[in-house]
């Protein structure tokens, strides 16, 4: 097994958030793979949406790892392990750096909902896949209206 693994270095600008106008750090997302690591440091500004709709600051704590659960894990979980929806704000009293590490099963990894998670009242939501081919299909979601020509 061959495992894929990245981590990047993101950076956030210290231009402040005003989400009532649409500005953000970064934008309300969920990861596409199966786990993200995110090790904090004193920096505010990662915020998760709750299951009523809520956005909840994460509180920074030094040394501490964040797991975001992506969308692969809610696939193969059928729904009981939904994949957290974030975003970043900024307060615009310092720029911010992140480094998440995001973690995913090989390539040719099937992914289907696993036995425990489904059954006759509960029945599998996602079609089988692979690893490999559900991130192409989020990444072609993602840049579907990119042209290379404009």
Known sequence: ANPLA????LHYSREKSAPEEGIFACGAHSD???LTLLLTDDNPGLEIKTLDGQWVPVAPRRGAFIVNLGDMLE???NGLFLSTVHRVI???AAERYSIPFFYE???D???ECLESCCDENNPPKYPKTTSGKHLLDKYMQTHAEFSPDE
Request: net charge positive.
């Open 105 to 107: 099963p090989s390539f």
């Open 32 to 34: 596409y793979g199966m």
């Open 6 to 9: 990245a981590l990047r270095l």
């Open 75 to 77: 696939r193969w979980s």
């Open 90 to 92: 900024s307060t615009g």
């Open 109 to 111: 990894t099937v992914v």
